[in-house]
């Protein structure tokens, strides 16, 4: 089989030297990849570097190689072409349609899903003009993922660094994997509120209640939604084995009462809830300052448990953005449809995603199956795969109630 085309657009950013860690996740894992720097970015990592880790020449000037018409070609065999960093300069050429030299023409002549993963100061990335920019390449159907938050050049922090390499390989995957419906970016405009992961209450300074739950449903749902456009909020409860996705705000809580400060929080103006964490049902009525003592004479004294904020519910009843659609999740052990099917009709939700849980099923696992239910009877199953296209299904069934 022909491997997938990869075009690497390497702007001239600092972080152009994460972008060979981008560029040996995919040429390990079978892409045919064309580095396409531009002048700038040799100035950072060099021309010999690109062509010995692609396996592939390197060009930056659309007058070599002029019998090969490169500044047509490179764009018009691509499967994806993905721009990283993509630095404020770079944003505001592919806006305008400018081609003034090799990546800017490929931009213009690719046919097939572009992402770009911006790297700037926060002051570039926040300017109106920069933000016009970027709506404008989203309305055409790009993806460009939001820059993360942390170190930038010097002793700056804010947002503008750029996204891991490894998640941002993580959505060119998604975005590969959905083939010629990438262009049609049906997320795109939408904020996306997702929970993920289980949350823990504290017993005692060094005990706690919790769930097995390790968020990579949550997660799998969070890097489909940006590689289909959305503006992804993830709030994420002890999720501390996985990598922030590239291009969601991610909120880190712990408990069930910051998990609901923080979704309602972020549900205030979002068009989608997705309530895939874990969150516990009850937290113990009284909390320890100290650490409860075993006593070999004594059995240990009872835990009074409360009842915590069902968030699922209370979201459904009182949706605080009109239209908004949400989303539940249901781990069940037995009598699966039976039980989801109740819970749906109590919780109040337009989906539920229903699976069965237990020893090496769903919690911690790479893949997944469960069966959508919906308010209007339907029942969509989804045969075990990995979780992504658990992911996929449920948004497709989002986009249509959102339509």
Known sequence: MDKPKVVLGVSGGIAAYKACELLRRLTETGHDVTVVPTGSALNFVGEATWSALSGNPVSTEVWERVHEVPHVRIGQDADLVVVAPATVDLLARAAHGLADDLLTNTLLTARCPVVFAPAMHTEMWEHPATQDNVATLRRRGAVVIEPAVGRLTGADTGKGRLPDPVQIFETCRRVLARGPQALNQDLAGRHVVISAGGTREPLDPVRYLGNRSSGKQGYALARTAVARGARVTLVA???????????????????????????????????????????????????????????????????????????????????????????????????????????????????????????????????????????????????????????????????????
């Not at 809830?273 to 113990?284: E, H, K, L, N, T």
């Open 237 to 403: 409860a002890h999720t501390d084995a996985l990598a922030d996705p590239a291009g969601a705000d991610v909120v880190h809580v712990g408990t069930a009462v910051q998990l609901r400060e923080a979704v309602l929080k972020a549900a205030a103006d979002a068009d989608v809830v997705v309530m895939a964490a874990a969150v516990a049902d009850f937290r113990p009525a009284r909390y320890t300052e100290g650490k409860i003592k075993k006593k070999d004479d004594q059995e240990p004294a009872p835990v009074g448990l409360v009842r915590n904020p069902d968030v699922l519910a209370e979201i459904s009843a009182d949706r605080p953005a009109p239209g908004q659609v949400v989303v539940g999740f249901a781990a069940e052990t037995d009598d699966v449809l039976v039980n989801g099917r109740s819970k749906l009709a109590r919780k109040g939700c337009d989906l539920l995603v229903v699976n069965e849980v237990g020893d090496r099923k769903a919690f911690g696992t790479e893949g997944n199956e469960a069966v959508v239910l919906g308010t209007d009877g339907t029942e969509t199953a989804v045969p075990f795969g990995p979780k992504e296209d658990l992911a996929d299904t449920v948004w497709d069934l989002v986009v249509g109630r959102l339509a």
